[in-house]
């Protein structure tokens, strides 16, 4: 599934055999990132790290726009750049990634099927063919479909049965969510991919790679919310009774907080950057009385004191606004009231003070923000939350690994009809592009 460059064998903490490279790629609005990390092939690595970080490679995103590639040149030009960087500090030679996708063309849809027991137990045939009755949908031609994530199954109308190998009855029911992208947007990432010398190995949503590496088991189990607040999109995705059941995101981010004081302050946009991410806070209430801060004016000249409340009057209310239209979504959702363990916020812009305060209080639910851990070989400054997107697809890829190996050694594992679910969509993808 992952073509990566097999050019070093590393001996990592726990004695590893030869250890596959992975390569991560997440084209932010913002940046583009690439990890190189190892994974550890040891089988016996109970409790041990599942990979390393070799490298990172990050540069300024150019030429996309909410998810979309909006100039093919300036984009390959800034991929390169980042590619680079990571080949440089990991020492390997990157030849293929996985690639992270979000923004608001990503839709999410509940879907179920049917499928009669061949024998007298439940068979991964079996769970193969419910699995792709329940995928048998009409999807638009400007959609591709992305996953295929089993929710629950049913066994002769028993409920809630998460891994139905192995069990008896005659009729195997399948909930499922599919997960689509604009297929217009994932062709031209490709695209800018192959002109840069990548091949794109697999397409994963990347806020089902952030929920993996930021979300606890039991948190699924209760209810959570998973949303990435980055620059020019805020991305989500919600799990009630240990499944994903909605996907999603709008195209408002951190940007538009820079814009708005850019335009409010009549400043240029790297000031209004530099001055969000040094004075502002998403509470006014945060800023002290009388403060002042001096302003540099487009254009030039003299710089302009204001009152420091100024810049909180500015982000507070359109901060809001973005987690008012993110309620929105949630309560379209009809989960709402299933989400027990709240909202988990990362994404670059949750590192305003007082946003987890504001969105208490929009959202009226217990709020944490998250960030990736430090791991071996990540340097600190990416133990960020900008950095939870890109960090998930290697989580995500490590998981789907150890789910292989598991498989090999135990074919009734409860990893066996996501793996397949995946298998049947990856045919899907090399059909359409
Ligand atoms: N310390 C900080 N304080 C406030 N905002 C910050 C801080 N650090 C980063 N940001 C903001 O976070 C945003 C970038 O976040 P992130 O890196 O998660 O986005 P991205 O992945 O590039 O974009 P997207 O996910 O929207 O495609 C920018 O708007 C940036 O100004
Ligand atoms: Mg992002």
């Not at 016996?44 to 390393?52: V, W």
């Not at 031209?188 to 790679?209: D, P, T, Y």
Request: net charge negative; proline share 3%; aromatic share 4%.
């Amino acid at each position: 599934m992952h073509e990566l460059c097999r050019e070093r064998c590393i001996d990592g903490g726990v004695r590893m055999k030869t250890d596959e490279i992975v390569v991560a790629l997440d084209f932010g609005s913002t940046k583009i990132t690439t990890v190189v990390a190892s994974l550890n092939s040891s089988e016996n690595n109970e409790g041990g790290a599942h990979y390393k970080i070799l490298g990172v490679g990050t540069s300024k995103s150019a030429g996309l726009k909410k998810g979309f590639v909006s100039n093919i040149d300036e984009t390959v030009n800034a991929l390169s750049e980042s590619i680079e960087e990571a080949e440089s500090n990991s020492g390997a030679k990157i030849t293929s990634a996985v690639i992270g996708i979000s923004g608001p063309h990503i839709q999410g849809l509940n879907s179920s099927g049917v499928a009669g027991i061949k024998g007298r137990e439940v068979t991964p045939v079996d769970v193969k063919r419910v699995i792709d009755s329940a995928s048998a949908l009409a999807i638009p031609n400007d959609r591709m479909p992305l996953h295929v994530i089993p929710q629950e199954y049913k066994i002769d109308g028993q409920d809630e049965i998460r891994d139905p190998l192995g069990m008896v009855g005659t009729r195997l029911e399948a909930k499922v969510h599919i997960v689509t992208a604009s297929r217009s947007a994932i062709q031209n990432l490709i695209r800018c991919c192959h002109k840069a010398g990548i091949h794109s190995s697999e397409i994963v949503l990347q806020s089902l790679a952030t929920s993996g590496l930021l979300l606890s088991q039991d948190e699924k189990e209760l209810g959570v919310a998973v949303i990435d607040i980055g620059g020019g999109t805020s991305d989500f995705a919600i799990y009630s009774a240990g499944a994903l059941v909605h996907t999603g995101g709008i195209a408002l981010g951190g940007t538009h907080l820079t814009q708005d004081l850019a335009i409010g302050l009549r400043t240029p946009q790297n000031e209004a950057e530099k001055l969000k991410i040094e004075k502002a806070c998403a509470l006014k209430s945060y800023i002290d009385e009388g403060a002042t801060l001096e302003i540099f004016p487009v254009g030039g000249g003299a710089p302009r004191i204001i009152q420091q409340k100024l810049v909180g009057e500015i982000v507070e209310p359109r901060l809001e606004e973005i987690f008012n239209f993110l309620k929105k979504e949630i309560l379209q959702s009809g989960y709402q009231d299933k989400l027990g363990a709240g909202l988990v916020l990362t994404g670059g812009a949750t590192m305003l003070p007082g946003t987890q305060e504001l969105a208490e209080r929009v959202f009226d639910l217990p709020i944490k923000r998250s960030l990736p851990t430090a791991m071996e070989g990540l340097d600190a400054q990416f133990v960020h939350p900008s950095y939870s997107s890109v960090l998930g697809l290697v989580e995500w890829v490590s998981v789907q690994k150890r789910g292989s190996r598991m498989k090999r050694k135990n074919t009734n594992n409860v990893m066996e009809p996501v793996l397949n679910a995946g298998k049947q969509i990856k045919s899907w993808f090399t059909d359409l592009v």
